[in-house]
């Protein structure tokens, strides 16, 4: 199985600062990455995908970056909805494996 | 636009049954694959199961394999996840989520709200 390793597990941070989350690969997964979001109670939501395609009606303060073992999710300027747990997703091979999950406080 | 809602969740004491849900709406459900996904109370998401749009690749997570069967009837729009022998630790809220794809092998794009499995004596 592929572990997703990602980092930091927390962070905190303000509103304006720009935030970069991790997450390595156990194997290359090529760029077969996504990024979700979740809030407290809610289904997550999906970030991007194919490592650095934006979904749909995301704004653009998120993107992400990497191929092959490590990957990168920015966030330009924090806003207050973007306070939320961020999980990695590998879509390389079965099992599907997450990130353990990073949690997105404010400071 | 696109709906998926999970139903069927609930209380059941350990090594017993129950059967999850998901109804589908606002596409064409049989084009597409279809996950289950879980979460543990304050913990983070577990892939457990993935079939395609036919039935014909399906695919589970070590930790439920043989205990689980995830299944789908494209004439009524539904996925279905059966759990037999259940334990404390299948204890999460459980998602089901649309893959973008109809074989299952790339992300998921849709998730429903949940529902909730508790397993206790």
């Known amino acids: 199985d592929i572990q997703m390793t990602q980092s930091p597990s927390s962070l905190s941070a303000s509103v304006g600062d720009r935030v970069t989350i991790t997450c390595r690969a156990s194997q290359g997964i090529s760029s077969w990455l996504a990024w979700y979001q979740q809030k407290p109670g809610k289904a997550p939501k999906l970030l991007i995908f194919g490592a650095s395609t934006l979904q749909s009606g995301v704004p653009s303060r998120f993107s992400g970056s990497g191929s092959g073992t490590d990957f990168t999710l920015t966030i330009s300027s924090l806003q207050p909805e973007d306070f939320a747990t961020y999980y990695c997703?590998?879509?390389?091979?079965?099992?599907?494996?997450f990130g353990q999950g990073t949690k997105v406080e404010i400071k | 636009q696109v709906h998926l809602v999970e139903s069927g969740g609930g209380v059941v004491q350990p090594g017993r049954s129950l059967r999850l849900s998901c109804a589908a709406s606002g596409f064409t459900f049989s084009n597409f694959a279809m996950h289950w996904v879980r979460q543990a109370p304050g913990k983070g998401l577990e892939w457990v199961a993935v079939?395609?749009?036919?039935?014909?690749?399906?695919y589970y997570a070590d930790s439920v394999e043989g205990r689980f069967t995830i299944s789908r009837d494209n004439s009524k729009n539904t996925l279905y996840l059966q759990m037999n022998s259940l334990r404390a630790e299948d204890t999460a809220v459980y998602f089901c989520?649309?893959?973008?794809?109809?074989?299952?092998?790339?992300?998921?794009?849709?998730w429903g709200q949940g529902t909730l499995v508790t397993v206790s004596s």
């Open positions: 997703l590998q879509a390389n091979s079965f099992p599907r494996t």
């Open positions: 079939i395609s749009y036919d039935e014909g690749n399906i």
């Open positions: 989520a649309r893959d973008v794809n109809d074989f299952g092998d790339s992300h998921f794009d849709y």
